[in-house]
């Protein structure tokens, strides 16, 4: 069973909500230094109940883009049955269920560039089936083995892979009693519980408050200039390779979420 704290008040980069809830350290993007930047049409879903480990499985490439973790899973495998749903743009969704003798149900939700196996997401799969309850990881659109391209920000459309996953299993008759996100997933968990009053209770795990914050970290000094001119920025790693591009239209949708105002829209029904 799921519990939170009492909430506790601190400086700097910190959740808080107006509704009394738990208060979460925020760091969406680990390797930066200092503080960062913020129609439901449903196809039937398709469900291949197979076992799966924890390693993903070959995926086309034309399908998903691969991208690594934000930590190397160091979890021991842990299987469960795979469960395709499309999105409403109809990308196929990859996730595992991993059942217990119950209906109850909680949603996790990895970060930036992470996927569905990342350690922190595997190791809560295994603690709540082993205390009796249901778990579902999966990774959105253009993450992992899910289909579509990766984008920068896309904060919104990775919300709406979550109303695709909670209809899904809403359908099946599960009991949703939380949605977990750890990182960027902690911040689309809660834009989710802004924008859908559908849940009971929302974690977040280490995500960002002030997402205008930090990005020079990322994408260098003068970042909107560079982006305004090319239209993109493409980020290399320190050895020059090639990672991920930076649309204008993703920086915006990163700079236009708004925590404070998304964790104000949450229903006082909703455990924070």
């Known amino acids: 069973m799921l519990s939170a704290g009492a909430a506790h008040h601190h400086s700097g980069s910190y959740f808080g909500s107006s509704n009394d809830n738990v208060v979460v350290k925020a760091d969406e993007e680990p390797d930066l230094t200092g503080p960062s930047a913020f129609g439901e049409a449903h196809s039937k879903p398709t469900t291949r109940r197979e076992a799966s480990s924890v390693q993903p499985s070959s995926t086309p490439a034309a399908l998903s883009l691969s991208m690594p973790p934000e930590k190397s ?16 743009h109809g990308e196929k969704l990859v996730g595992l269920l991993h059942e217990a003798c119950s209906k109850e149900l909680v949603i996790l939700c990895h970060g930036f560039r992470a996927t569905k196996d990342d350690s922190i997401l595997v190791d809560l799969a295994a603690t709540l089936t082993r205390e009796g309850t249901n778990a579902f ?95 993109f920025i493409d980020v290399r790693n320190k050895r020059g390779q090639f990672e991920y591009r930076v649309t204008e239209e993703s920086l915006r949708d990163r700079l236009s979420t708004d925590t404070l105002l998304s964790s104000r829209s949450i229903s006082k029904d909703c455990r924070f």
């Open 73 to 88: 899973p160091q979890s021991p495998v842990l299987c469960g049955q795979r469960v395709l749903i499309p999105n409403e």
């Open 137 to 231: 990881r999966f990774d959105f659109a253009g993450n992992g083995e899910s289909e579509g391209g990766f984008q920068y920000g896309n904060y919104r459309k990775e919300a709406n892979d979550l109303r695709s996953v909670v209809s899904y299993f809403s359908e099946q008759k599960y009991d949703i009693i939380a949605l977990v996100g750890h990182s960027k997933g902690g911040n689309v968990v809660l834009l989710y519980a802004s924008m859908y009053h559908d849940v009971t209770a929302i974690v977040n795990i280490s995500g960002r408050f002030a997402l205008e914050q930090g990005i020079e970290g990322r994408l260098g000094k003068n970042f909107m200039q560079k982006i305004k001119k090319e239209g």
